[in-house]
């Protein structure tokens, strides 16, 4: 077998450490060592690359009723701010519907909706009748509410029929207290007469509020700045 003689590891450093700096030498009789000033500087880079851009909130608009555009106050591209008047939509049933229920609304006002009441049988058909008109104007509310697209009148109109319907729900049950009395003997007709007419009082006025609302809501208004994209989001 061949010896190997290893020199000590510190002897090899100053052999190494010698031939560097003794090249450097050779090359330039200045220092071996340079001292530079660091600064900063603009960098210009271009990347290609692949992205997908998406709106930062995106927002529809439609109408409560079915009708046709009356107004067009902007096109596609538009810039628009929150509350901005963007279209107008002439709903013929929605304005039937109003006028319905401002006429069953005067009718309750001048105590037409009690006349006739004199029995207990009349009384319990006339209570029926209209719990029965408020839980379809309340139900109709609720889904023309459902059509309305800008998100904060959807929740104020759905709040306003839930007080509504509160409010109603109040009278109701005082008028039904009032009439299961008169069955019993324990009240007279004339209060439950009057107790009935306040809840079709009610009942007419939640109607017609709620009539109302849908009509005003048919003045769509931008909810937030942007810009319009007619004929619906695209995916």
Do not use: W
Request: charged share 15%.
């Amino acid at each position: 077998m061949v010896g190997v003689r290893r020199a000590p590891l510190a002897a090899l450093v100053g052999i190494v450490t010698f031939i560097a700096l003794g090249a450097s030498s050779c090359t330039s009789g200045s220092s071996p060592v340079g001292v530079g000033t660091a600064g900063t500087g603009d960098v210009a880079e271009v990347v290609d690359a692949s992205a997908t851009v998406t709106a930062k909130a995106v927002a529809g608009l439609t109408a409560p009723a079915g009708g046709t555009v009356a107004a067009l106050n902007v096109s596609t591209g538009t810039a628009v701010h929150a509350g901005q008047v963007i279209a107008v939509i002439d709903s013929p049933s929605a304005q039937r519907q109003l006028s319905e229920a401002k006429s069953a609304l005067d009718a309750a006002r001048s105590g037409g909706g009690s006349a006739g009441l004199g029995s207990t049988t009349s009384l319990v058909a006339a209570q029926k009748q209209t719990d029965d008109a408020a839980a379809q104007a309340f139900a109709q509310a609720r889904q023309a509410a459902g059509k309305i697209g800008d998100a904060t009148v959807r929740a104020a109109l759905l709040a306003q029929i839930d007080a509504s319907a509160k409010q109603y729900a109040s009278v109701s049950a005082t008028a039904r207290a009032l009439v299961t009395s008169v069955r019993r003997g324990i009240a007279s007709v004339s209060d439950a007469v009057g107790a009935l007419g306040a809840a079709q009082r009610a009942q007419a006025q939640a109607a017609y509020d709620l009539a109302k609302a849908a009509v005003d809501a048919l003045t769509l208004r931008a909810p937030i700045d942007g810009v319009v994209q007619l004929g619906g989001l695209g995916g």
